[in-house]
């Protein structure tokens, strides 16, 4: 798939968009591909986590292209989506191995994302909450 | 598309806020998009009807919601709010004073009507 095709993403539904964007974004996390990550997450992207804690894209991208965070796996199991218009809402079960002081941990992330189709579609926003 | 301002989008998070307090049914029904994916700092969701339907029956209170910081965007078209919030409610006779975080997303009408969302206990 070329997602620079303007004629091909034009064709592409905000269902088609978010079904690849979601297992990317995963996958380049688990990949530490910062590359990947910084083209799919919205300049603006914001990810509060369990917490309360508000981390950026570059927060994100950041502890992730370090190493501060490391997922081993990632699987989502999708519970609900909501589409409307250019944009689209997902909540997700995903199942996260998380690598900690040379050990992996798994965790579940109950995890709502925001899509917006603009610009070829991109993640405006996560929030999560773990198991 | 309909477009909304940021003006638009942060006049109805703040129009959810005073229904949820006074328990007006009318404007928060009229505020929720009827696929609303709404999902409680505890992990829980539930959709539009049983969110309002908590209200209706008392078995949800909204007692006070104070803002403390609410962030407003417009992202690739799409209408983001995050915020933090000083909440006082009772859910199912047990009150709660909590402080959270939350991302409201809204659609891309007019009026904007709520989405998405799902909130985190502020740990502090």
Not at chain 1, 31 to 54: C, K, M, Q, W
Not at chain 2, 27 to 48: C, F, I, M, R, W
């Amino acid at each position: 798939m070329c997602r620079n095709d303007r004629t091909f993403l034009e064709e592409l539904t905000i269902s088609d968009i978010i079904d690849q964007i979601e297992a990317e974004v995963l996958e380049a996390i688990v990949r530490a591909d910062v590359a990947l990550l910084e083209r799919l997450l919205h300049p603006a992207f914001t990810y509060i986590h369990s917490n309360g804690h508000l981390e950026t894209r570059d927060d994100l991208v950041n502890v992730i292209g370090t190493g501060a965070r490391v997922w081993s796996k990632a699987v989502a199991e999708r519970v609900s989506r909501v589409d409307h218009r250019d944009l689209a809402a997902t909540l997700s079960r995903v199942r996260v191995g998380l690598v900690y002081e040379g050990r992996d941990y798994q965790t579940q992330l109950v995890l709502t994302a925001v899509y917006a189709k603009k610009d070829g579609g991109r993640v405006v926003a996560w929030h999560g909450w773990h198991a | 598309m309909q477009s909304n301002s940021l003006a638009a989008v942060e006049a109805a998070d703040a129009r959810r806020i005073d229904a949820l307090v006074t328990a007006d049914l009318a404007a928060l029904s009229e505020g929720l998009h009827d696929d609303l994916v709404l999902t409680h700092s505890n992990g829980s969701h539930e959709g539009k009807q049983a969110f309002v339907a908590a209200i209706a029956d008392g078995s949800r209170r909204y007692r006070a919601i104070a803002p403390r910081k609410i962030v407003t965007s417009i992202r690739g078209g799409v209408p983001v709010v995050t915020g933090i919030v000083a909440i006082k409610s009772e859910a199912n006779g047990q009150a709660y004073d909590i402080t959270a975080a939350y991302t409201a997303i809204y659609t891309t009408e007019s009026p904007p009507r709520l989405i998405a969302y799902q909130a985190s206990l502020v740990s502090e």
